[in-house]
């Protein structure tokens, strides 16, 4: 089983940009698909992006395409997700995970290693 641990998160203000990582750690000899997730207070988990162990596939949620990107240089590398004008609205807990394999998926039922989250508030 692989391990995942986030870092990155903060307080921001509005229209700010952030970087969160998430490192692998344990059997990374193996593939898998590694996932950006958040949850609000009050809300249902979101998938936010995915992407594939050598990071030469990817997937945004279209409606945040045009400010987040994921990304992965190589199995090695962690997994970073660079978030562009950020509104308090994106307040949550940003979540890294991994299901193993090499099927591509968004399917947040199918990780199951899943880090401890990061917390992201976005100020007005």
């Known amino acids: 089983q692989v391990h995942v641990r986030e870092s990155g998160g903060g307080m921001v203000q509005a229209g700010s940009s952030l970087r969160l990582s998430c490192a692998a750690s344990g059997r990374t000899a193996r593939a898998y698909i590694m996932g950006w997730f958040r949850q609000a207070p009050g809300k249902e988990r979101e998938t936010l992006a995915t992407?594939?162990?050598?990071?030469?596939?990817?997937f945004v949620q279209f409606s945040l395409s045009d400010r987040f990107t994921i990304s992965k240089d190589n199995a090695e590398n962690p997994v970073y997700l660079q978030m562009k004008r950020l509104n308090p609205e994106q307040t949550a807990v940003y979540y890294c995970?991994?299901?193993?394999?090499?099927?591509?998926?968004?399917?947040?039922?199918?990780?199951?290693?899943w880090g401890q989250g990061t917390q992201v508030t976005v100020s007005s």
């Open positions: 992407i594939n162990w050598s990071g030469t596939h990817t």
């Open positions: 995970a991994a299901a193993e394999g090499t099927e591509f998926t968004t399917d947040a039922t199918r990780f199951n290693s």
